[in-house]
């Protein structure tokens, strides 16, 4: 069956860093797209960022563009995001994503999700 675990989550102040990771079992990476959303306190789950299969193609949600940056090791299984000056509103669970379809950028595009990690920026 699908695993999808992140790790990497934590407190960290304003304008630090980050590296979140989410390691993949039970599934051929290479075939699927691969997305990180988040889901602040009393807000919605929101797209942040997505990777092709090949990692050539990058979208990202305007609130984190020039910010953060998603990648990929398919050798390893792995999926990662960097987070680079983070603000207090980037406060959420982080949840790794993986879906067969081209764009992964909404909920009903993702087949698989991980079971999130606590990031929490303090001001």
């Known amino acids: 069956q699908v695993q999808l675990v992140e790790s990497g989550g934590g407190l960290v102040q304003a304008g630090g860093s980050r590296r979140l990771s989410c390691a993949a079992s039970?599934?051929?990476?290479?075939?699927?797209?691969m997305a990180w959303f988040r889901q602040a306190p009393g807000k919605e789950r929101e797209f942040v960022a997505a990777?092709?299969?090949?990692?050539?193609?990058?979208n990202y949600a305007d609130s984190v563009k020039g910010r953060f940056t998603i990648s990929r090791d398919n050798a390893k299984n792995t999926l990662y995001m960097q987070m680079n000056s983070l603000k207090p509103e980037d406060t959420a669970v982080y949840y790794c994503?993986?879906?067969?379809?081209?764009?992964?950028?909404?909920?009903?595009?993702?087949?698989?999700w991980g079971q999130g990690t606590q990031v929490t920026v303090s001001s």
């Open positions: 994503a993986a879906g067969l379809r081209v764009a992964v950028t909404t909920e009903s595009s993702v087949g698989s």
């Open positions: 039970g599934l051929t990476l290479i075939r699927y797209t």
């Open positions: 990777i092709s299969t090949t990692g050539r193609t990058t």
